[in-house]
């Protein structure tokens, strides 16, 4: 089946530790997201990618990068994790950008900084 | 800009009886807007999408939202519940051709047995 898939699932990482944090598909979808979740509140966009092209969203901290090797991997990569970066991580996917496209996620990252 | 509200941060139902879970919004142009579920520690599943057209749109696992302009809602609807429906309910809009989808606080759904 096409689907979203990020590893690992369940990541801890010390205070100021670089982590990576891995979405693959298998859907051929030109855009993929990334998002922070936290609490079961709703998800909050960090940044996306059109085919190559980043796009980050204006409050994401400078802490966040993010990595588009091709179109069937992308990376999130957090240079010095604090506490306060604790929280479920979201990869997603849609065909493109505007209107009715429907974003399909992943199962998620869970990271703990200790 | 674009906004989403869910005014209920918990509806509990029984099983059996009809699940209603309650999505506003607010938009400049023409709503795009979508229903996605998340069970624990999970990713966020989508049920249904409202484009244009027909206001009542049918989804996954017998849910349906009804879109009503005149009163900017668009509320998931499902006729007899499942114990296994419990979960978190998002509603999201996207404005016209903005890229960015706007996500509701969320609605934690509970059916007992």
């Known amino acids: 089946d096409a689907m979203v898939i990020q590893n690992p699932r369940y990541q801890v990482t010390q205070f100021g530790k670089p982590v990576t944090l891995s979405c693959s598909q298998t859907l051929n979808h030109n855009v993929m997201y990334w998002y922070q979740q936290k609490s079961s509140q709703a998800p909050k966009l960090l940044f996306h990618?059109?085919?190559?092209?980043?796009?980050n969203e204006a409050d994401t901290p400078d802490n966040f990068q993010s990595r588009r090797p091709n179109t069937s991997f992308c990376f999130l990569d957090i240079r010095s994790p604090g506490l306060g970066d604790a929280a479920m991580y979201l990869c997603?996917?849609?065909?493109?950008?505007?209107?009715?496209?429907?974003?399909?996620f992943g199962p998620g990252t869970r990271l703990t900084v200790t | 800009a674009q906004s989403v509200a869910q005014p209920e941060d918990q509806v509990n139902v029984a099983e059996g009886n009809p699940l209603t879970v309650k999505c506003t919004y607010s938009?400049?142009?023409?709503?795009?807007l979508f229903w996605y579920v998340q069970y624990p520690n999970r990713g966020l599943q989508f049920l249904l999408k409202y484009i244009t057209g027909d206001n009542l749109v049918k989804g996954s696992y017998g849910f349906e939202a009804e879109f009503n302009k005149s009163q900017t809602s668009f509320h998931l609807k499902k006729p007899s519940a499942l114990v296994s429906d419990s979960a978190l309910y998002f509603c999201?809009?996207?404005?016209?051709?903005?890229?960015?989808?706007?996500f509701g606080a969320g609605t934690t759904v509970t059916v007992r047995a």
């Open positions: 938009v400049s142009g023409n709503p795009y």
């Open positions: 997603a996917t849609s065909v493109g950008t505007v209107g009715h496209y429907e974003q399909y």
């Open positions: 990618y059109y085919d190559k092209d980043f796009n």
């Open positions: 999201a809009v996207r404005d016209g051709d903005d890229y960015k989808l706007s």
